[in-house]
């Protein structure tokens, strides 16, 4: 049975006025499943580190693996959604997620452990994006910098239960009992997902040819904005994932004294924070009908405050919380980022264009993560404990220079961008 057949056969569940945020909330479902596995090592550092007997080097690079299937996803995934629509991608990539994450959580050997990541890395690189098309098939397009903030908002909600909810956890049960509630979770949402998606008629004509979609590729990676947009989003949302998503449990458990679930959800409010900026910014936007300045106010507070919430000698913990709220807020110029984007190409490469944005961004985060484990273990003054290493806040403020200097970039993309004025442009270019 074809999508379309499928849909015909539930007249009631399309025809419904409610459907278009059902079909986008079980989409977004799997994005919060996710942004949790995304961030979840962060809270099992040690843990991790001392069964699979690695450097700080080495575990950036088993939870980059997430990220390397994550960004090789999104150029393949985008194309896959304009050409077949949502609901087979969708259904496919949570069935990966969940071997992945059972693969994980019985891994019993650092391969194994970098398979698991790489499988929920892959499944995961779909979600995002599958959930956009949705958005873009059942909603109108003056509304889609508002529905990228909420489902940044439904993200950030995984995320956050990655962290201090998730340490909680896994101080009372383990870190692999933990994921594997995190796999059944995702064996649940796979037929929830088949069941409730559909495609709509402009959603997924099935078959394709490689060659469109290479076309496709092309046409959206041959547009300068694109570019632009993708980077100034990358460097603006790098705290989220690289700090939020593995060192800052450890950066505020040594800079603070804090126990590890009061460090988690210290870090929880750098990802609230855009759980909060990224619709509200999204809604500003679409409301006064411009891209460019929320984005370059958003790349400044970013940068400025993350400066100096890791860069400032015993800045005060209130202070540390609000730069942690504020970094997340400006960081929500991600909704932005990716309505300009789309509005910089053409209307019939939705996915195609998201996708490409998101691998930049991706592939960013994936660079960060080994990058300031490399930094700390080039700094690292041979502190051992339990026999993990541990790493003293001037070597968490030397690797964590790697993510200034992005920023510092991100913001000169920015002051290149050329606003849209909230209307597709790309007709045009």
Not at 136 to 153: C, D, H, K, V
Not at 315 to 334: D, E, H, R, Y
Not at 387 to 395: D, F, L, S
Request: hydrophobic share 50%.
């Amino acid at each position: 049975m074809n999508s379309q057949t499928a849909s015909e056969s539930r007249p009631g569940l399309i025809q419904s006025p409610a459907y278009p945020w059902i079909a986008w909330g079980a989409a977004a479902l799997f994005f919060f499943y996710g942004f949790l596995q995304r961030v979840a090592p962060s809270v099992m550092t040690a843990d991790l580190m001392r069964e699979f007997d690695i450097t700080a080097a080495a575990l950036g690079n088993l939870t980059a693996f997430y990220f390397y299937a994550y960004a090789a996803m999104q150029l393949p995934a985008g194309a896959m959604l304009d050409r077949w629509g949502p609901r087979r991608i969708l259904t496919i990539a949570s069935a990966i997620c969940t071997s992945g994450a059972l693969l994980f959580a019985y891994a019993d050997s650092e391969g194994m452990a970098y398979a698991g990541r790489f499988l929920i890395g892959a499944g995961s690189g779909v979600a995002m994006l599958s959930t956009l098309k949705v958005a873009s098939i059942w909603f109108p397009i003056e509304r889609y910098a508002t529905l990228f903030g909420l489902t940044a908002l439904l993200g950030v909600a995984g995320a956050v239960g990655g962290q201090a909810p998730l340490a909680a956890v896994v101080e009372l049960s383990g870190w692999r009992d933990t994921m594997l509630g995190v796999a059944i979770f995702a064996a649940l949402l796979t037929p929830v997902l088949w069941f409730v998606v559909r495609d709509g008629a402009g959603g997924g004509r099935g078959g394709g040819h490689v060659g469109t979609m290479v076309h496709g590729l092309g046409a959206v990676m041959n547009v300068r904005q694109t570019w632009l947009i993708a980077i100034t989003n990358a460097t603006a949302v790098a705290p989220l994932l690289a700090f939020a998503g593995l060192w800052g449990v450890p950066f505020l458990m040594e800079a603070y004294g804090l126990e590890r679930p009061a460090a988690a959800a210290s870090t929880s409010l750098l990802l609230a924070g855009h759980g909060v900026g990224a619709p509200l910014l999204g809604w500003i936007s679409d409301r006064v009908r411009r891209r460019k300045p929320p984005i370059l106010i958003g790349s400044s507070l970013t940068l400025a405050s993350f400066s100096m919430l890791v860069g400032v000698p015993g800045l005060p913990f209130p202070l540390a919380l609000a730069c942690l709220t504020l970094c997340g807020m400006a960081s929500g110029i991600s909704s932005c980022c990716y309505a300009a984007a789309r509005e910089h190409n053409r209307t019939g490469l939705v996915g195609t264009t998201a996708g490409c944005v998101n691998m930049i961004t991706m592939t960013t985060s994936a660079v960060f993560q080994p990058v300031i484990g490399w930094l700390l273990d080039l700094a690292w003054s041979g502190g051992i404990e339990d026999g993990v290493r541990v790493y003293a806040v001037n070597e968490f403020r030397v690797a964590f220079i790697s993510i200034i200097l992005g920023g510092v970039v991100g913001l000169l993309a920015a002051s290149r961008i050329r606003e849209t004025e909230c209307r597709s442009v790309g007709a045009k270019m």
